[in-house]
Structure formats: C-alpha cells, structure tokens
C-alpha cells in the first residue's frame, strides 16, 4: 500500500513562501501522476496542482498560477510544490495524492485520486 507523507507546511505571512513536498517511503513514485490538494473545513477540496510521472506535463488552478511551481525529482522519488507570494485564501490542509492510471487533466480534472496523505497545515496570516 503506497503511503504518502507530506512535509513543510506552517505559518506564514501574507507575501511569504513555502515549500511542500511529498514522499513516499520504501515506494517509488516515477510511475504515478502526483497532485496537490487543498481543503478548508467546511468547503469542497481543490486541485491544486498536478504533475505527469515523467514532469513534462503539469496542470495548475486558475487560483495559483504565476505563484505555485509544481515539480518532481524521480530520482529523490519526492514531489515538490513551491508556493510564493502566499495569500490569506490560501490557508488550508493540503494534501499529496497519487495515482497510476490517471493523466494530469483527469487527476486536476475532479477525478480522486487512489492514494492520499495525511495533510499537512498552511496558514497565511499577520
């Protein structure tokens, strides 16, 4: 059962960066289509960002573009999300997901993926 572990959340000012990234111990990932989710209690969870196996494809929210950088480095089987120019509405649990099937545009697109992280806490706040 692939168990993935997100990193690197945590409180931050409005303007800020962080960065997330998502591993998978003892598995590796060069196989599967990797996003990112967000969710905020009480509201429906959002893509984020989504990243091929091979990292030539990548697939962002409207809401994140021109901030977020999604990437993958197979050969450290981790998959990064850099976030800059961190905003108030960003605050949420966000979650590393993979699957083996889907491409980019269906993982992104409202099809769930198989495998899930715990989450990981980002709070944008002064």
């Known amino acids: 059962q692939l168990r993935l572990v997100e990193s690197g959340g945590g409180l931050v000012q409005p303007g800020g960066s962080l960065r997330l990234s998502c591993a998978a111990p003892?598995?590796?990932?060069?196989?599967?289509?990797i996003g990112w989710f967000r969710q905020v209690p009480g509201k429906e969870r959002e893509a984020v960002s989504c990243i091929s196996s091979s990292g030539r494809s990548t697939n962002y929210a409207d809401s994140v573009k021109g901030r977020f950088t999604i990437s993958r480095d197979n050969a450290e089987n981790t998959v990064t999300l850099q976030m800059n120019s961190l905003k108030p509405e960003d605050t949420a649990i966000y979650y590393c997901?993979?699957?083996?099937?889907?491409?980019?545009?269906?993982?992104?697109?409202?099809?769930?993926?198989?495998?899930w992280g715990q989450g990981t806490q980002v709070t944008v706040s002064s």
């Open positions: 997901a993979a699957d083996i099937t889907y491409p980019v545009r269906d993982m992104c697109g409202g099809i769930p993926p198989q495998y």
């Open positions: 003892g598995f590796t990932l060069d196989a599967y289509t």
